[in-house]
């Protein structure tokens, strides 16, 4: 069948060519607007947190979103021109719902001051708004005014990610082209790849922005799509090229070579693809808006780079013919008298101390892992450079009191039958807010019964406490019929995963009454169990299927097995590494926690990526042994004749996602490590060392396969 794809891509190959090119000019077009419908981080999950925040909306005025604008003078300025500079600022802002720094206490600190702009629109959807602003908001010598809050964040983000993107490309094109030099001998050759890629990115980006008109799309998979799909359609391309050279240097005519290399190198790339789209896949169990953005973005672009291996590819190659060689800048050594040959010999020749030197990098490496800790991405993601980042890290720690900041913030809503300022509603709710009181983790709670002076519900609208607003901020939007809402803070000391505990144990009590959870530590207790919930799912069905897949492949039993330990083992070693450098804070300025989308992805990523190499590497290992029937020739020939190519690829990866590292946006930047980092450890230690150690200590049991598999004895 394969052969027959090879046939038809080298009689028809202008027409593929052509048929290429009209999907490029199409997704390409839309592939450019695609930045334009992206927002957000991606952690949005239908749980109880949402339907809080839409009660609190509903029933309680609580705007969709806020900006703040924090106002700040040098202190050669007097108070008069300050207050003339903040008045003057909020009257240019007279069409939007605002709050003034003179409208309540605690608002002006020092050199610093705050207002508030509350708006119906989700963050995401404030890019007309924001944009007017920016036009509307003017600094003036020793004042100034930055806007802040997540829908600045989130635009800030969107901004940064297509940055990083660029300042990537920038790093890794160049760098990966230069490999492919080095790995082809000449310029045609190295080019061809990169096309490849890109086309691939393309297209995909393309695909991904009709996406948009059925789920929202996280600011992240600008970043991701591309990291994935320019390494692998490399990858896949590296391969290609490489089984067509050989070909053409065995002087086998072009249209044999095409059918050939379709054959070979073609199946190769469709089993390694099937192997990162299941990975992907596993994905599809998280039903948390960026793990399903990037399974879907993610199992098109492999898709569509399988699809340009095995089409686009081999038809552009059948008019270039032997005019790959062009430009040539030096001549590739012949496989026997290379490196890779003589390294192969080592292997072989000390299997048993080389797979225990393998084994002891691996396992050093995973023991940092167990310390690891998790952190939803938050503002932090931004790099630290940005004003709405510096503005908020000011406006917290000069306004917002340690014990009431949101990270240790739970909003409770109470619903009763009838209202709830009459009994016996009302003393069911002290009841809750009495035991709540009692707990030991909590610090405080805010509620309209928080100030000593009332002593009956009805009080709540007695005007003579309408001076008591400054305690518990204006009382009557705690209180709406049958519902009110109450504000728990937990103590600072409280590690975040203690916190989710919490919430997670309360919200599963019985109270008597109706209960809504939300605030930022029920947001965070939710995505993590929903994240370890189903997570679990997902791999399975990744083992399941990746074991089935290598065990079609090579019909073989230990190799698939091989293949997952060694996986789970590189994995492990590269988690341990990631959280060595910057949790631990030993290559960067200061630790930071692990970004929570980075296990996960990395996971399911390189453990579909590194299937590339086992594939490439077994692949030729088992043609060689079905045509002599002997292991170890089997097994040092598919070593010689694969290092080079899978050294190139794994290069080429480690290029394209490590330059991720010189970006801003943190997830991202420890993302694109954490792949480099797996790749060179899986390219190296793993399918260089351990592989061809314990295939030559396992000898013909490596190919046993309940007896269907006949030994060829060696000519």
Known sequence: MLQKLGDIAYQKRKLVLFLWILLILCFGFFALKLPTVLSGNGFEYQGEFNQTKKLLEKDFGIPKSSIILLFHKENSISQKEWDDYIQETFHKLHGFSTITPFDQEGMIKGNYAYGTLSFTKGPESLGKEINQLHKLLKNKKGLTVTMTGEPIMVEDLNEASQSDLAKAEMIGLPIALIVLILSFGGIVAAAIPLIIGIVSILITMGIVYFYSYEANLSIFILNIIPMIGLALSIDFALLFINRFKEELNNKVPLPEAIKTTVSTAGRSVIFSGLCVFIGLSGLLFIKIEIFQNVALGGMTVVFIAVLSANTFLPALLSIMGNNINKLSLFRIKDQQSSVW???????????????????????????????????????????????????????????????????????????????????????????????????????????????????????????????????????????????????????????????????????????????????????????????????????????????????????????????????????????????????????????????????????????????????????????????????????????????????????????????????????????????????????????????????????????????????????
């Not at 167990?370 to 932090?380: C, T, V």
């Not at 040092?636 to 490590?658: C, E, H, N, P, Q």
């Not at 980092?677 to 013909?700: C, N």
Request: proline share 5%; glycine share 6%; with cysteine.
């Open 341 to 715: 040959y003589r390294f192969a010999m080592y292997v072989m020749k000390r299997p048993i101390l080389m797979a225990l030197i393998a084994f002891a990098i691996l396992l050093a490496g995973v023991i940092p892992a167990k310390d690891m800790i998790l952190k939803i991405p938050g503002i932090d993601s931004l790099p630290e450079h940005y004003p709405s980042r510096l503005a908020y890290e000011t406006f917290k720690d000069t306004f917002i009191p340690v014990e009431k900041r949101e990270e240790n913030r739970v909003i409770v809503v109470l619903q009763t039958k009838g209202n709830v300022l009459e009994e016996p509603n009302s003393e069911k709710i002290r009841e809750v807010i009495q035991k709540l009181k009692k707990d030991p983790m909590v610090n405080t709670v805010i509620s309209p019964f928080s100030i000593p002076e009332i002593q009956d519900p009805d009080q709540l609208f007695d005007p003579t406490f309408e001076e008591s607003k400054e305690l518990v901020p204006d009382l009557k939007t705690f209180v709406n019929k049958n519902k009110m809402h109450i504000e728990v803070f937990l103590k600072s000391e409280v590690h975040s995963s203690r916190a989710r505990t919490w919430v997670r144990t309360w919200s599963k009590r019985h109270l008597g009454i109706k209960t809504s959870f939300g605030g930022h530590i029920k947001f965070e207790q939710e995505i993590f169990d929903e994240i370890y919930n189903k997570a679990p799912y997902g791999l399975l069905l990744i083992f399941i299927t990746t074991f089935i897949i290598l065990t079609v492949a090579f019909r073989s039993l230990l190799i698939p097995i091989k293949a997952l330990l060694m996986n789970m083992l590189s994995l492990g070693c590269t988690f341990g590494i990631v959280v060595w450098i910057y949790q631990q804070g030993h290559l960067v300025n200061k630790p930071v926690d692990i970004a929570l989308i980075l296990p996960v992805f990395i996971f399911t990523l390189v453990f579909g990526l590194s299937m590339d190499y086992e594939v490439f590497l077994i692949s030729r290992i088992q043609e060689i042994y079905i045509n002599t029937g002997d292991n170890s020739t089997a097994t040092i020939s598919g070593l010689t004749y694969t290092s080079k190519i899978i050294t190139s690829a794994a290069a080429i990866m480690i290029v394209v996602t490590g330059a991720f590292a010189f970006t801003g946006v943190m997830p991202i930047k420890q993302l694109g490590v954490g792949i480099a980092i797996a790749i060179f450890i899986d390219a190296t230690v793993v399918r260089m060392v351990l592989v061809p150690a314990l295939m030559k200590l396992l000898g013909d049991w490596n190919w046993w396969f309940f007896g269907f598999n006949k030994k060829k004895k060696p000519a």
